[in-house]
C-alpha cells in the first residue's frame, strides 16, 4: 500500500486490496450562475425547408389521386 489509501493489509478482509477511486463522486461546483443569459438558450423558430414543403404539397395532390382513382374503380371506370 501506498501513501496510507486503503487497507494496510487485506488479509482477512474478504478482498484483493485493490484501490478504486469513486468515479461516481461529484466534486463541488464553483457558485456561478451557469446560465446568466437564458435569452440565448430559448428555442428560435426555424424557417421551414422549400424542399420539404414542396414535398408535402406534391403527396396531397398524389393522395388526391388516389382517393380520386380508388373511387372511380369502386363505381366501375376501367382506366385501359
Given at each position: 500500500m501506498?501513501?496510507?489509501?486503503?487497507?494496510?493489509?487485506?488479509r482477512?478482509?474478504?478482498?484483493?486490496?485493490?484501490?478504486?477511486?469513486?468515479?461516481?463522486?461529484?466534486?463541488?461546483?464553483?457558485?456561478v450562475?451557469?446560465y446568466?443569459?437564458?435569452?440565448?438558450?430559448?428555442?428560435?423558430?426555424?424557417?421551414?425547408?422549400k424542399?420539404?414543403?414542396?414535398?408535402?404539397?406534391?403527396?396531397?395532390?398524389?393522395?388526391?389521386?388516389?382517393?380520386?382513382?380508388?373511387?372511380?374503380?369502386?363505381?366501375g371506370?376501367?382506366?385501359s
Amino acid at each position: 500500500m501506498s501513501s496510507n489509501v486503503g487497507l494496510t493489509t487485506p488479509r482477512g478482509s474478504g478482498t484483493s486490496g485493490y484501490v478504486q477511486r469513486n468515479l461516481a463522486h461529484l466534486k463541488p461546483r464553483d457558485q456561478v450562475k451557469p446560465y446568466a443569459d437564458l435569452e440565448s438558450f430559448k428555442h428560435r423558430q426555424r424557417q421551414p425547408d422549400k424542399e420539404i414543403l414542396e414535398h408535402d404539397r406534391k403527396r396531397d395532390i398524389e393522395l388526391k389521386i388516389f382517393e380520386l382513382r380508388d373511387r372511380l374503380e369502386d363505381e366501375g371506370y376501367v382506366h385501359s
